[in-house]
């Protein structure tokens, strides 16, 4: 008798046969999953870290010289023709800046010689006042310039503080600053005494008696600036006739907006730039006007503004130099700090009312809220939310979200 087979088809089968619809149920599950898996985004991602940061705003300005001087007509008369031009220069008590014919009958009555007088008097009062000034601002000069050889080597050494050498280094600065403003005042009223001089000689001069020709000479050593009456002319008392300055004693004029001017401090550093040589220039705040000023923006926006005074501390280089009103653009330092925890501006962006930066830990961007100090706009302090060493993305893109994988971006 036959023994009946009790296996059922394919139950001998082997046994990976069996698996092979597991597997590829497995395979096709995996591909799945992969292909739905966020893949990680590729950043630019920047460390925290400390090191020294500079606050400071930008603005165009233009150079100016600091002290000029209008030339005007002493005595009413005919001016000859003005020979010089723009850019001649000009030598202290030398330089004929122009002739003047005296009208016949311009102090014929005692009257015009009474004001001639109290003119004169005036002028040597004046000159008094300001040899005073001088004497002042010399003195103190002196004093800061002894305050500055005993702090240096202490500054050398560490034994006083950057804050307090650039507190001592600026009263220097000033101090130099106003001594030259009261050199020049006391060179001014010399002129001044000369010119009223000249005018009561006029007023006591004899009736009928020729008039000489007075010659105005030139009051400081420098150039002329403007020509304001070129051709010969009848003239008043007072009348301009040019103006007069030194080129190489310039300083930068700064208009500031008015909310950026309030974190301005005379003796702030400024780097001047754009000037048209190679490298910046150093300088050095040396007046905040009180009183501002509305200006149009080139897009019709109403703006205040205060102007900013900044002397040259770096002489200009061989070949180069700089005249009136030329344009240049400075950079004032408002803060500085050392070992400042910061981390790229590009790396912050709002929500809300809150600062908030990406950290990528575990391969992953984690969204974390940070309390910002000082902004330089390139890099900020960090007052609290991130750690020294801790890695931030830099200008995240839109895809990015809390959690989401993210890769280093190849440089």
Not at 75 to 100: D, H, K, Y
Not at 238 to 250: A, C, H, N, W, Y
Not at 392 to 398: A, S
């Amino acid at each position: 008798m036959t023994a009946k087979s009790s296996s059922r088809p394919g139950r001998n089968s082997p046994r990976w046969r069996r698996l092979v619809p597991y597997a590829i149920g497995t395979v096709i599950l995996l591909a799945l999953v992969a292909g739905f898996w966020p893949k990680a985004v590729e950043v630019e991602i920047a460390t925290v870290a400390q090191g020294p940061l500079v606050v400071s705003v930008f603005e165009e300005g233009k150079t100016r010289i600091r002290h000029r001087y209008t030339i005007s007509a002493p005595v009413a008369g005919q001016l000859n023709r003005v020979e010089l031009r723009a850019g001649a220069p000009i030598v202290a008590g030398e330089t004929v800046l122009a002739t003047l014919e005296p009208a016949a009958s311009s102090f014929l009555d005692p009257r015009a010689r009474a004001q001639a007088e109290a003119i004169v008097h005036a002028a040597e009062a004046a000159r008094q006042a300001r040899q005073a000034d001088a004497e002042r601002a010399h003195a103190a000069h002196e004093l800061a310039q002894k305050d500055v050889v005993r702090a240096e080597p202490l500054h050398q050494s560490g034994a006083i503080s950057e804050q307090d050498w650039d507190v001592i280094s600026n009263r220097a600065l000033m101090a130099a600053r106003e001594l030259h403003a009261a050199e020049f005042a006391l060179r001014v009223a010399d002129f001044e005494i000369a010119q009223a001089q000249a005018a009561l000689l006029e007023a006591q001069r004899p009736s009928g008696e020729t008039a000489a020709t007075l010659r105005i000479v030139a009051p400081l050593d420098g150039f002329v600036l403007n020509v304001f009456e070129e051709s010969a002319r009848v003239v008043a008392p007072g009348q301009p006739i040019m103006e007069v300055g030194d080129p190489r004693d310039l300083e930068a004029e700064i208009e500031l907006l008015s909310t950026d001017a309030v974190a301005v401090a005379p003796g702030a550093d400024v780097i001047i730039e754009e000037w048209g040589g190679e490298q910046p220039l150093r300088g050095r705040v040396a007046l905040v006007e009180r009183a501002g000023f509305t200006k149009y923006s080139a897009l019709g926006v109403e703006e205040q503004r205060v102007k900013v005074r900044v002397d040259f501390l770096d002489p200009l280089p061989p070949g180069r130099e700089l005249g009136d009103r030329y344009r240049v653009e400075a950079r004032i330092v408002t803060w500085r700090g050392e070992n400042i925890l910061q981390l790229p501006t590009g790396a912050l962006f709002r929500r809300g009312g809150d600062w908030m930066t990406f950290v990528v830990e575990g391969g992953d961007a984690q969204l974390r809220k940070v309390e910002i100090g000082h902004n330089s706009g390139i890099a900020a302090e960090v007052i609290s939310g991130v750690t020294e060493g801790a890695r931030v993305v830099v200008h995240p893109p839109d895809t990015i979200r809390d959690g989401r994988p993210v890769k280093a971006r190849a440089n």
